[in-house]
């Protein structure tokens, strides 16, 4: 942990690494952190909860998964949402080690049990998420870069699903877009409205020049397309080191 005003390492912070290796954080209120951690490379991952110093709290006691976790968001509730990394045939098989199988988002209540109330998010084999879970006022979720089947219903890069787990066959209208709009997302974020944000490479938006990509585009708390959204932001194409290019990597609402 840096010190916010000097940038120096803040040495009343340590991390013992017989937690594990750190891949991912959410911080709480009080700036104590949540931990995703992996155990070894057959032993699983898990998440671990300290205090400000680094200190273990020894009643918080999460399951080990059978993959590696990538994303953490806390919930205003206190609940913990678990995202996993590429959903793959698992080489863990230790007694005891949750085999999440297809699933790849679980939730965990304040005491680090699985919660019950909330159905383990299905997605298709080989496809991970690009962002970290983020949520609405109303609780529901929203995921980002979701290819193929989740829980049986056909998706297209982002959905919501309700508190309860249950996906939204309906978010977003992908149909209320300009025609030909083309799309490649890199992140998102939800607005305290409940708009959504989408970062990346967007065509046919501008309707006087619809090859020009754009960086951002926002869809409604229904769904639908947000003409009224400014695209002041155009897509230039700079290669990075492999040749490829470059696209916005996080955007966040303030």
């Keep these: 942990r840096l ?4 940038g120096d390492i803040d040495t009343t912070f340590n991390w013992n690494d017989r ?3 750190p891949t991912t954080v959410a911080v709480r209120p009080d700036n104590g952190l949540y931990v995703g951690v992996m155990l070894g490379d057959k032993e699983g991952g898990t998440v671990v909860k300290v205090d400000v110093t680094g200190s273990r709290d020894p009643t918080f006691i999460a399951p080990i998964f059978d993959r590696m976790i990538r994303y953490l968001t806390l919930q205003p509730d ?3 949402l678990v995202a996993f990394d590429l959903v793959i045939p698992s080489r863990i098989q230790s007694p005891g080690v949750v085999l999440t199988g297809a699933k790849a988002l679980y939730r965990l209540n304040v005491d680090g049990t699985i919660d019950s109330t909330f159905t383990p998010l299905e997605i298709a084999p080989f496809w991970t998420f690009i962002a970290p879970p983020q949520l609405d006022a109303s609780g529901r ?3 980002c870069n979701v290819f193929g089947p989740v829980q049986g219903v056909e998706t297209r890069h982002l959905i919501r699903v309700s508190a309860g787990g249950v996906i939204d066959p309906t978010y977003p209208n ?3 877009a300009p025609t030909g709009f083309n799309r490649i ?3 998102f974020a939800v607005q305290p409205d409940g708009k959504v944000v989408l970062a990346g ?3 046919n938006v501008l309707s006087e020049q619809p090859l020009q990509p754009v960086v951002a585009v926002r869809f409604g708390s229904d769904g639908n397309f947000d003409s009224s959204f400014q695209h002041t ?3 230039a194409a700079f290669p990075n080191a492999s040749g490829d290019s470059d696209y916005p990597r996080a955007i966040v609402t303030t």
């Design 19 to 21: 937690h594990g290796t």
């Design 233 to 235: 932001l155009l897509f």
């Design 185 to 187: 997302i890199s992140s």
């Design 201 to 203: 490479r967007f065509t």
């Design 3 to 6: 010190h916010e005003a000097t």
């Design 174 to 176: 992908w149909e209320s």
């Design 78 to 80: 206190g609940k913990l």
């Design 141 to 143: 979720i929203y995921l």
